[in-house]
């Protein structure tokens, strides 16, 4: 069992910037990769940045450039670092983690950027 808890989510105006921290406890040694998805309303859940456990990252086109994910092994902590935020940023964004090919999400943090 892997326990993920989100933080960071807010109101911010469009071009600000934004720093999401995802806090992950439990069988962590078990853990493949790290990720954040959001989800818009009346959207499906997307694929927003992941990171394996090589350090390799990948991205949605929609946020190449702007968004950066990161990691510290010490706090078993991921990050993403959201910047030149637009209004079509504005979803629940989720952290997961893969352990095993068995999905673990967050409870979902509010990203809300008004224009």
């Known amino acids: 069992q892997v326990q993920l808890v989100e933080s960071g989510g807010g109101l911010v105006q469009a071009g600000g910037a934004l720093r999401l921290s995802c806090a992950a406890s439990g069988n962590i040694c078990r853990i493949n990769g790290m990720g954040w998805y959001r989800q818009a309303p009346g959207k499906q859940r997307e694929l927003v940045a992941v990171?394996?456990?090589?350090?390799?990252?990948n991205y949605a086109d929609s946020v190449k450039g702007r968004f950066t994910i990161s990691r510290d092994n010490a706090k078993n902590t991921v990050y993403l670092q959201m910047n030149s935020l637009k209004p079509e940023d504005t979803a629940v964004y989720y952290c997961?983690?893969?352990?095993?090919?068995?999905?673990?999400w967050g409870q979902g943090t509010q990203v809300t950027v008004s224009s």
């Open positions: 990171i394996i456990r090589g350090g390799n990252t």
């Open positions: 997961n983690a893969d352990v095993l090919s068995t999905d673990y």
